[in-house]
T-cell receptor
Framework: EPEVTQTPSHQVTQMGQEVILRCVPI?????FYWYRQILGQKVEFLVS????????KSEIFDDQFSVERPDGSNFTLKIRSTKLEDSAMYFC???????????FGPGTRLTVT | SQELEQSPQSLIVQEGKNLTINCTSS?????LYWYKQKYGEGLIFLMM?????EEKSHEKITAKLDEKKQQSSLHITASQPSHAGIYLC???????????????FGQGTILTVHP
């Protein structure tokens, strides 16, 4: 069964460093998303992406964040200068359309020290 | 107030018992999704409901979306230890479904099933 994969599973970085989180969406999906979940809190939407453009972003998704589809299979989230409060589990998801079910990856746990 | 509120926050049941988890919104739900999460892991898709009055079942889990599309319930029949985990409802509560896939999530319900 096709699934969304994410790498790395855990990333530790120092405050101020840049990190890139990688995702491989399900192959026939064209709509992609990033969410995050701070420990003990709700899952929060960050951004949706279609046709090489951001479709929707939340207030969390400020200038420190960017997304890219560098090739036909990967979808990345970059955080330019990490802060302590960026520590969270980051989930990638994909779907066949905006109104279809979203399938989530296993997540990348980002720890900023 | 919370945009999407789940109740109860946690639930402990004996194996074999039935249970219900609710998800309530103050706004119209244009798409309602149920996911299961194990602690520290990803979200596993269970079911999606879009039409008022819709009901879907998968194995021993049934989900309903009420006619007014502001509340959903997830019902598990004859619970098993494998049902244990965190159940999350997620919804498109944008205006007219134009939220470009943005899902708003409830805080989750932690289910424990004792054998």
């Amino acid at each position: 069964e096709p699934e969304v994969t994410q790498t790395p599973s855990h990333q530790v970085t120092q405050m101020g460093q840049e990190v890139i989180l990688r995702c491989v969406p399900i192959s026939n999906h064209l709509y992609f998303y990033w969410y995050r979940q701070i420990l003990g809190q709700k899952v929060e939407f960050l951004v949706s992406f279609y046709n090489n453009e951001i479709s929707e972003k939340s207030e969390i998704f400020d200038d420190q964040f960017s997304v890219e589809r560098p090739d036909g299979s990967n979808f990345t989230l970059k955080i330019r200068s990490t802060k302590l409060e960026d520590s969270a589990m980051y989930f990638c998801a994909s779907s066949r359309a905006f109104t279809y079910e979203q399938y989530f990856g296993p997540g990348t746990r980002l720890t900023v020290t | 107030s919370q945009e999407l509120e789940q109740s109860p926050q946690s639930l402990i049941v004996q194996e074999g018992k039935n249970l219900t988890i609710n998800c309530t919104s103050s706004k119209t739900l244009y798409g309602l999704y149920w996911y299961k999460q194990k602690y520290g892991e990803g979200l596993i898709f269970l079911m999606m409901l879009q039409k008022g009055g819709e009901e879907k079942s998968h194995e021993k889990i049934t989900a309903k979306l009420d006619e007014k599309k502001q509340q959903s319930s997830l019902h598990i029949t004859a619970s098993q230890p494998s049902h244990a985990g965190i159940y999350l409802c997620g919804a498109d509560i944008g205006a007219g479904g134009t939220s470009y896939g943005k899902l708003t999530f409830g805080q989750g319900t932690i289910l424990t099933v004792h054998p």
